[in-house]
């Protein structure tokens, strides 16, 4: 009987030790997540930090130049921009991955400065805390500029290459509005851990009890 005890107890401490060893490795993962994110901001800041200098003495207004119809549903939502190097010729958004995308026939180097209303598009953490933007160019991210924000509306810098010929811009909400993809990826995420470290605390239970 003291063998069997001594056997059940050595399964007991192997368990546990299982255990410990994947809630060691899945903090490992998240930590490694959260440094990678971090480093993300770090990098984005400090490129955006020349080119928010140079702006910080410019006024940006672009309430009497172009607008291009959106057409999301049956409504129309008008979107002001201004483009140098180039024409927008074409907008139209995605709504399964929160993007706007915007057709630019390019015929030199430019900017195109847009103003997103956020009723139209936005991009928010938890909080209802104002997030970056990700914008791509022709597949490529890039560094988007935000030179103006307020409760209506929120305004992007993007330079472009000669050549370009779409601009996507990526947020987290895009009428009609969707759930966050980034949070319901991290909930999955999430999920597994805690399946995965569940089905390993039971096995002990289970075998105690044979």
């Given at each position: ?31 490694t997540i959260s440094v990678s994110i971090i480093s993300f901001q770090l990098t984005y800041a400090q490129s955006a930090t020349g080119v928010n200098k140079e702006l910080h003495h410019q006024s940006f207004s672009i309430a009497s130049n172009s607008s291009i119809d959106l057409r999301l ?138």
């Open positions: 009987m003291t063998e069997k005890r001594q056997f059940d107890e050595i399964k007991r401490k192997k368990c546990n030790a299982a255990v410990g060893v994947v809630i060691a490795a899945a903090v490992i993962e998240l930590a549903g049956n409504k129309t939502y008008p979107i002001k921009y201004q483009i140098t190097g180039g024409k927008l010729a074409g907008l139209s958004a995605e709504k399964d991955n929160m993007t706007l995308i915007v057709n630019v026939s390019s015929t030199s180097d430019g900017k195109l400065t847009i103003e997103l209303p956020r009723n139209v598009i936005d991009s928010q953490k938890q909080g209802n805390v104002d997030d970056n933007f990700a914008v791509f160019e022709d597949g490529q991210y890039v560094v988007g500029n935000e030179i103006r924000t307020n409760a209506q509306a929120r305004t992007l810098m993007v330079g472009f290459d000669n050549g370009t010929s779409v601009i996507e811009i990526t947020g987290t909400r895009i009428v009609p509005e969707f759930a966050t993809i980034a949070l319901a990826v991290f909930a999955i995420a999430t999920s597994g851990i805690i399946v995965a470290t569940s089905k390993y605390m039971v096995l002990p239970v289970l075998r105690k009890k044979r």
